[in-house]
């Protein structure tokens, strides 16, 4: 069974290369932020930052369901997860973990061309969202998860790197 699991911080491309490394290799894509942001209406930034402002999908009990989730996915599937929190819930079950990353102002710009929005405000969402996220998962789990970084197997910087490439990275280091 192949498990490997991509994170890091919004809008640093890891839906991107994990969608491209589980096509690629065949295997399932999995993303437990996507059970999070599906229940709010918005683009994606919008949809993140606003269920953090929600009390039932910002609840403990609604991350745990999240969480038991993806663990139960990695353990029956051969999957490539893509979560912010994956390395931390799954990284022991995984063959590899990578964490993918990329200066604020370059995540910015990304955002605001997925979701044709200005660079300026795409670029506070994302502060706020990586405040809110650091806050409520340092409350819920006692960690603050941009150190999942520490625990990666591969760090890759992906400022001045195509997705193909970073997907060709990726799948080197399991093939």
């Keep these: 069974m192949t498990v ?7 809008g640093a491309g ?11 290799l065949g295997i399932e894509y999995f993303s437990p ?4 942001k599906e229940k709010i209406d918005g683009n994606e930034t ?3 930052n606003l269920g953090w402002k929600d009390d039932e999908l910002s609840s403990k009990s609604t991350h745990q369901s999240i969480d038991d ?8 599937n051969d999957v490539v997860i893509d979560g ?9 079950i995984a063959d590899l973990n990578v964490w ?11 955002s605001a061309e997925r979701d044709d929005m200005d660079v300026e405000r795409a670029k506070e969402m994302m502060q706020e969202r990586q405040r809110d996220e650091i806050e409520q998962w340092r409350e819920m789990y006692g960690l603050n ?16 790197r195509s997705p193909e490439d970073i997907i060709e990275t990726v799948i080197s280091k399991v093939s």
């Design 145 to 160: 998860y941009m150190e999942q970084r520490k625990s990666a197997d591969l760090v890759i910087e992906t400022e001045d």
């Design 84 to 92: 912010k929190l994956s390395i931390h819930m799954v990284g022991d």
């Design 33 to 36: 932020g996507k059970h999070f």
């Design 46 to 48: 919008e949809s993140a």
């Design 4 to 10: 490997i699991v991509i994170s890091g911080p919004p």
């Design 100 to 110: 993918l990353t990329a200066p604020l102002s370059v995540r910015a710009q990304r």
């Design 14 to 24: 890891s839906s991107t290369v994990a969608r491209g490394v589980a096509e690629e």
């Design 69 to 76: 989730l993806q663990k139960k996915v990695a353990r029956q």
